[in-house]
C-alpha cells in the first residue's frame, strides 16, 4: 500500500469525470506481459505506444507496481509520481500452481488515434487466499489511455465477488487517480477516489496523506460489467457560444459513440462509400448511438442542421 499519515486541504479535480456504459470486451491479440509467471506484487514497465500527457506531464511508458494494480507514470522528480489505480486492492494470479489471471495489453487504432489497453484477467486477492488459501473471489478490469485527447478510461468486466470486507483494504472498492504523489505516501498533490454508487459515482478529494478511506470515499459495491469511468476530454454540455450543434465522442469508439445536441433533429450515418449505414433522431443533450453492427472503418455522422463529424469505429 502507498498511504500514510498527515493532512492538507481538498484539491479540485482538473478535468471532466463522467460514469457511462458500454459492453466490456476482453482481449484478443494482446501481449502477455508476465508470461507464465504466477504473479503476486508484479513490478513491470510498459510501453505506451504514444506519447500520452497526464497532469501536465508527459510520459511514453508506464510502471505496474505492487499491490497489482497501482500504475504510474515516469517519475516526475524525485520520488515523485502520477498516479493511475482503477482498482486499489491487493491482486494476484488466482492459483498457485497454473497462470490463470494474465495481465494483457495491447495498442489500437490509428497514428493520432490509437488506444492503449491494459487488462487484469479473473485476478484474485491476497486478502481472501492469506485468509483461507482459496480464490473464490476474481474480478475483470481494464485501464485504456487515448492518444487523442489524453483521456484515461477505467473499465470493469465480470466478477465473482462475494466477500468485499476479505479482499478490500476499507471494505469495498476504491478507484483512485493521482497528481505527483510520493511512492512512499507520505504526500501527494492532489488525490482522487470514485465514491458511492458505482453506477452514478462522484468523485471525490482524499486529502494528502489520509491513510483510512471512510465509507465516503470509496465505492460501496463492486462497478456491474460494463462500468467505464471516465476521465478527460469528455463535454458536459453545449454552449451558447459554441458554433458547433453536437460534440461527438469518444473517437476512435467500439460498441457506441455518444452525442450531446443543443436540439432535437435527425442524424444519418454514413460509411466510406458514402453508403446510409445507420439513421436516427437526436434528442437534446445526451444521446448514445449503438455501432453493434458496424464493422471497423472510418463513418460520417450528418445531421439535419447541415454537420459532419468524422469517427473511427475499432
Not at 487484469?120 to 475483470?140: K, R
Not at 458536459?236 to 432535437?264: F, G, Y
Request: net charge negative.
Amino acid at each position: 500500500m502507498f498511504l500514510s499519515g498527515a493532512s492538507v486541504f481538498a484539491q479540485e479535480f482538473p478535468y471532466p469525470f463522467s460514469t457511462y456504459n458500454e459492453v466490456y470486451t476482453p482481449l484478443t491479440e494482446s501481449t502477455n506481459l508476465l508470461g507464465n509467471e504466477l504473479w503476486d506484487d508484479p513490478e513491470v514497465f510498459i510501453p505506451i505506444g504514444f506519447d500520452f500527457t497526464l497532469f501536465g506531464n508527459t510520459t511514453n511508458e508506464l510502471l505496474l507496481l505492487p499491490p497489482g494494480a497501482q500504475v504510474v507514470t515516469d517519475i516526475v522528480k524525485g520520488s515523485v509520481t502520477d498516479l493511475i489505480m482503477p482498482y486499489f486492492a491487493d491482486v494476484m494470479n488466482a492459483d498457485i500452481e497454473e497462470p490463470v489471471s494474465p495481465l494483457l495489453y495491447s495498442l489500437e487504432g490509428e497514428p493520432g488515434n490509437l488506444i492503449f489497453k491494459l487488462q487484469w484477467t479473473n485476478v484474485g486477492f491476497y486478502g481472501e487466499y492469506n485468509a483461507s488459501e482459496t480464490f473464490f473471489n476474481t474480478t475483470n478490469f481494464q485501464l485504456w489511455l487515448y492518444e487523442n485527447g489524453n483521456v484515461v478510461e477505467y473499465r470493469y468486466g465480470d466478477n465473482t465477488i462475494k466477500s468485499p470486507d476479505v479482499i478490500h483494504f476499507f471494505g469495498t472498492p476504491a478507484c483512485l487517480i493521482g497528481n505527483a504523489v510520493q511512492l512512499d505516501g507520505s504526500a501527494w498533490a492532489g488525490m482522487w477516489s470514485v465514491a458511492g454508487d458505482p453506477s452514478n459515482p462522484s468523485l471525490v478529494s482524499i486529502p494528502s496523506g489520509v491513510q483510512d478511506f471512510t465509507s465516503q470515499q470509496v465505492l460501496n459495491a463492486e462497478p456491474p460489467s460494463g462500468t467505464v469511468y471516465r476521465f478527460g476530454e469528455l463535454p458536459t454540455s453545449i454552449t451558447e457560444e459554441s458554433k458547433e450543434d453536437i460534440v461527438l465522442w469518444p473517437n476512435p469508439a467500439t460498441d457506441a459513440i455518444r452525442i450531446l445536441a443543443n436540439s432535437n433533429q435527425q442524424f444519418w450515418v454514413y460509411d466510406q462509400l458514402g453508403k446510409e449505414v445507420l439513421n436516427g433522431k437526436l434528442i437534446n443533450q445526451n444521446n448514445t448511438i449503438d455501432l453493434s453492427n458496424l464493422n471497423a472503418g472510418t463513418y460520417i455522422v450528418r445531421t439535419e442542421s447541415g454537420l459532419a463529424k468524422q469517427f473511427i469505429k475499432l
